[in-house]
């Protein structure tokens, strides 16, 4: 069941006043170690006599970055940052608290010998960009806190398109370099967005709050209006670029990005909103869906699955519907008890707070896509076992009845909900994000922006 239920919620998925000008100092650059590592092996972390879950086992450094200069090498064993006993669980909030040009002390065990090494901590490399674009880092304020832009802008003169990239629900980073990158984990939809920043678009990405730069978070805590308002900012921040023609502004949301799309547009219009593997419906009709067909894409049996599905809309309704915790579910409900540790470990829903997903399913979604007055494009891809034909469809369906015409869905072969290529949802849970990125979805998207362009209306 466990098995089940991680797989089943992978990735899907008010105005604020701007205070930029209070916040003019340029945002902080995060500091990078550059240092693979690994947990101490147990016979070393005795020998040291280290608690559980202290020290980190250091790998090869990443050549000119922090640890490579400060001297660490190869199987040393790092027990504290700055006198702070740091390990696996702790090192990426340690990292945090620190920015570019900071002293750092690095105490470490080598070779049964105690040392301490010193140097200044490097910035995280940035997007160099390239001969057709340039890479600006900026910021936008929401709720006080300062959020982490990146804007690439054409060098070519005029007014451009612009093209703003809504994330997914995960609490990664897109503060990466966009030329090469190849749409794995760690550079996810990276190949679109260089397509678009390399064909003449200003683009814009932005960190959520409490990841990469950005202030604010941690991730687990965001509420679904605290989100959506840092993307009310930077979809200000895109039409307000100089070099952006803010009558051909486009969207584009990927799994949950493809919420938050037409509620900012709702509020300031824009040419065209696309969607890849999102949701329409109420948030509790999709859940049931994917309790039910994932399962049966897995290989589990119908009666199995008609049972989990009973017990998990008890759960979900509960926690969700009727705004139970889910102790109470657990005390009250002691049959539904495994489930509840499934579906909500530490009290959590996949890793974030019961407010942000309860405020999700209160949402309309239907009548911001009645009224946000854009061009739509919703795409699902066929290997995608995460998401569904209907809603794809009913998205177009609802922007076609308002502006004829002007709503479009289609299904896309061989491209599962990260674009990777498997020819089948099976095979895409079967590889679970090692495949290879497809680019068909690009040029599909490329195709229909410039047909809208080229409409005029």
């Keep these: 069941m466990k098995r089940l239920l991680t797989l089943v919620f992978i990735v899907l998925l008010n105005y604020s006043v701007s205070f930029q000008s209070v916040f003019a100092d340029p945002l902080g650059r995060r500091g990078v170690l550059g240092l693979p590592m690994a947990p101490v092996p147990t016979q070393d972390a005795h020998k040291l006599q280290l608690k559980e879950g202290e020290g980190l086992l250091a790998m090869e450094p990443v050549a000119e970055l922090t640890a490579a200069r400060a001297g660490v090498k190869a199987g040393d064993i790092i027990v504290a940052i700055n006198g702070k006993s740091v390990g696996l669980s702790s090192i990426a909030t340690t990292m945090r608290e620190m920015v570019g040009g900071q ?210 809309a008890r759960v979900l309704a509960l926690v969700f519907l009727e705004n139970k915790a889910v102790s109470d579910v657990r005390e009250q409900h002691p049959e539904l008890s495994d489930m509840a540790d499934a579906l909500f470990p530490g009290g959590l829903f996949n890793g974030k707070s019961l407010e942000f997903w309860r405020e999700l399913g209160r949402i309309n979604f239907p009548s911001y896509w009645s009224k946000c007055n854009s061009h739509v494009l919703a795409v699902r891809g066929a290997s995608d076992f995460v998401t569904y034909d209907v809603d794809h469809k009913l998205i177009a369906d609802i922007v076609n009845r308002v502006n004829p015409g002007r709503g479009k869905s289609m299904v896309l072969p061989g491209s599962d909900h990260l674009f990777h290529e498997f020819a089948s949802e099976l095979d895409s849970m079967n590889g679970r994000q090692r495949g290879n990125f497809n680019p068909a979805f690009t040029k599909v998207l490329k195709d229909w922006i410039a047909e809208v362009i080229a409409t005029n209306r």
Excluded at 266 to 272: F, L, Q, R
Aim: proline residues 5%; aromatic residues 10%.
């Design 103 to 312: 002293s750092i002390k690095l105490s470490i065990w080598r070779d049964g010998k105690s040392m301490e090494l010193q140097s200044t901590l490097i910035e995280k490399p940035r997007d160099p960009g390239n001969g057709n674009y340039e890479v600006e880092y900026s910021h936008v304020v929401s709720n006080g806190n300062r959020m982490r832009t990146i804007i690439t802008k054409t060098k070519k003169p005029g007014k451009h398109p612009g093209f703003m990239f809504i994330q997914g629900f995960s609490p990664i980073s897109y503060d990466f370099t966009l030329e090469g990158s190849k749409g794995d984990v760690t550079t996810m939809d990276g190949p679109i967005l260089f397509e678009f920043a390399n064909s003449g678009f200003v683009t814009i990405r932005v960190e959520k709050p409490g990841i990469g730069d950005s202030e604010g978070g941690p991730f687990a805590d965001l509420d679904f209006t605290t989100e959506l308002d840092i993307y009310r900012q930077a979809l200000r921040q895109l039409k307000e670029t100089e070099a952006v023609d803010d009558s051909n502004v486009f969207i584009f949301g990927h799994s949950m990005g493809g919420a938050f799309g037409p509620m900012i547009a709702c509020e300031s219009p824009v040419k065209g909103i696309a969607v890849y593997g999102a949701a329409s419906r109420t948030w509790f009709e999709y859940l049931m869906d994917t309790l039910r067909y994932q399962g049966l894409v897995a290989g589990d049996s119908f009666e199995n699955t008609d049972e989990k599905v009973r017990m998990g």
